[in-house]
């Protein structure tokens, strides 16, 4: 199986995962939304990426 390489811009990848942490802090309680935003603030590019696959993010969306 081969994977198809797309370049991404994760600035707007990073903002959209912090605010979809920090929003389920605030609104649903979720404590750990707080650890989960601070590890993607300061993860590298790449580690943002495999969080992302992991979280099932369609990162289509912020091919550039």
Do not use: H, P, Q, W
């Amino acid at each position: 199986m081969y994977e198809e390489t797309i370049t991404i811009d994760v600035d707007a990848l990073r903002e959209d995962m912090i605010n979809d942490c920090l929003g389920a802090f605030f609104i649903g309680g979720f404590g750990g939304g707080l650890i989960n935003a601070s590890d993607i603030e300061e993860a590298s590019d790449e580690e943002l990426v495999i969080i992302a696959k992991r979280e099932g993010i369609n990162l289509l969306k912020y091919r550039v």
